[in-house]
């Protein structure tokens, strides 16, 4: 007899096949973007909002890369609606707030993320480390000219290491 396959709690929040479409979705709209990366940052997105949703005065921000899966979600309307009528009883309004990117350190970035990551811990989910920036290695020196070495930009920090701004000569 096979064992069952246990899921985890962020995996046990939206259906397969939903999970699977917003997981394709990622991967065609994102150049470069794995099948794990995106399955990831679906799992991570869901339990992001789940927290939001058992803690409605919290202040809660996600990384750029989970902010990616969340307009992803929202752009399925019907299956977002739904899912934040099931988990919240009221809509998950997205209402993004201007990043100040981190001063000096990818250590600001964890330090802005902590209450997310603690809250998202405490409710019992796995918090990806790629995904959340936990790491306080690398210096933003760019900041101001777009870079985002930080690791909460779309390039990851590629224009720095190339020693360019993100967007030049694009």
């Known amino acids: 007899m096979t064992p069952p396959i246990v899921k985890s709690p962020a995996e046990r929040l939206i259906s397969d096949v939903l999970r699977s479409r917003l997981v394709q979705q990622l991967i ?13 940052i679906v799992d991570a997105t869901t339990a992001f909002l789940k927290v939001c949703a058992d803690n409605p005065n919290g202040h809660f921000r996600p990384s750029r890369r989970v902010d990616l899966g969340w307009h992803q979600f929202i752009l399925n309307t019907t299956d ?6 099931r ?3 009221r809509f998950l309004h997205h ?11 990818k250590s600001d970035t964890a330090r802005m993320l902590a209450p997310t990551v603690n809250a998202m811990r405490a409710a019992g989910f796995t918090v990806d480390p790629d995904l959340w920036v936990l790491t306080a290695s690398g210096s933003c020196t760019q900041c101001h000219s777009g870079c ?7 390039d990851d920090g590629a224009a720095a290491r190339e020693g360019t701004p993100a967007g030049a000569g694009r």
Request: with cysteine; net charge negative; hydrophobic share 30%.
């Open 28 to 40: 065609n709209e994102h150049a470069g973007m794995t099948g794990d990366e995106a399955t990831r």
């Open 80 to 85: 977002y609606a739904e899912f934040c009528e």
């Open 87 to 89: 988990v919240a009883g």
């Open 95 to 105: 209402v993004p707030e201007e990043f100040t990117p981190p001063r000096a350190a």
């Open 148 to 154: 985002t070495s930080c690791g909460q930009g779309d």
